[in-house]
C-alpha cells in the first residue's frame, strides 16, 4: 500500500498570499495518478487535479498541480477567502486508492 | 448535472448488518465505476470499495474485506454497500462517488453528501 503524507499538517496565510501544499509518497506512483480534492466544513470533497497537474472542470487557473514520481505539490497562485478549505491527495494505482491525512489552509 | 444520493446510514449496535445505498442521476451510469468512500474525524478518509462498470469486478479495502459486499443495479442507477459484522472502527460518514472511468478505477470526479453510519452499544 502506498502511503500519502501531506505537508504541513495546517498553514496559515492571509487572502492574496501564495500557498504550497506537499504531498509525498512512500514508493512512486504509476503514471503520475494522483489527484487533489478541496473539502470545506460540511461539504463533501471536491476534484480540483488529477493526473498530477490537470485541472478538473471549472476550477479556476489559481490551482495548480505539479510532480511525480513520489513528491507532488499543489499551488495555489493568489489565495481568495473561498480557498480556505482542507486539502487531499489521492494516489490511485492498481486497484488500490489512498489519501493523504489532509492539510488545513486557514486564514492567518 | 450529476447528483448521488446516499441513505441508510444508521445507528447499528456491533455485529449488525446494514445496506446502504446511492441514487445516481445526470449522467450514464453504466459507463462508470463508482467507489464508497468513508470518512471519520480520527483517520480521514479512506477508501472503502469499488465496482466497475458492469458489476463484473469488484475491490474492497483491507479493513473491510470479507465483511463488506459492494454491488449495482444499472437498471435502477444505484450503487449499494452490504455492511455485515460492523465494528465500531466502521463508524464513519459514508460518500458514495463517481470513477471518471468504467474500469479499475482512477480518482473520484464527483461526490455525494454522504450517509452516517454510527456503530456502538
Known sequence: EIVLTQSPGTLSLSPGERA??????????????????????????????????????????????????????LTISRLEPEDFAVYYCQQYGSSLFTFGQGTKLEIK | EVHLVESGGVAVQPGGSLRLSCAASGFTFDDYAMHWVRQTPGKGLEWVSLITWDGGSTYYADSVKGRF??????????LYLQMNSLRAEDTALYYCAKDNGSGYGTYFDYWGQGTLVTVSS
Open chain 1, 20 to 73: 504550497t501544499l506537499s504531498c509525498r509518497a512512500s514508493q512512486s506512483v504509476s503514471s503520475s495518478y494522483l489527484a487533489w480534492y478541496q473539502q470545506k466544513p460540511g461539504q463533501a470533497p471536491r476534484l480540483l487535479i488529477y493526473g498530477a497537474s490537470n485541472r478538473a472542470t471549472g476550477i479556476p487557473d489559481r490551482f495548480s498541480g505539479s510532480g511525480s514520481g513520489t513528491d507532488f505539490t
Open chain 2, 69 to 78: 459486499t459492494i454491488s449495482r443495479d444499472n437498471s435502477k442507477n444505484s
